[in-house]
């Protein structure tokens, strides 16, 4: 086999390996925000505020309280379900802030319908970073996100 060749195909095996390493960080992304938005609505299921605010980056007293809140207010017992996730930063290939609608229920319980606004900056390349920023007070089961 000629030098070329054997060039070309080192070539292309880095190309391959980089193409793959850029496609499994882009689809790990996802995985950290559902990861990040379900361990505050398990959270906020076991009435735990302190272990929410650890997750979410409030910038203001309102979001605070509101978390407060909604920790005695939603919680329940059992295992918590996502039932549906519709995320708006989802597949986002640089930075965006927008909001996630979960439909989650524990054991015995109607379903819960929060937003939560997520900010993801960085990009691919770089690396990106998640923030959760507020959550919503329960909206209506069919109602969309602001």
Known sequence: MGRVK????????????????????????DTVER?????LLRAQARGDAEAMLLTLDCRNPA???????????LRAGGDLKIALYQSKTAHAPSSRTDTTRVVWFTPGELTTVQCVLVRRTGNVLTG???SLLDLS??????ASCP
């Open 6 to 29: 054997r060039l070309l195909i080192v070539v292309a095996i880095l190309v391959l390996l980089a193409g793959g390493f850029l496609v499994a960080r882009y689809l790990n992304n």
């Open 35 to 39: 990861g990040a938005v379900t361990e």
């Open 63 to 73: 979001c605070e309280t509101r978390a407060r809140a909604l920790a005695k207010r």
């Open 128 to 130: 990106t970073s998640i």
């Open 137 to 142: 007070a329960p909206i209506g089961r069919e």
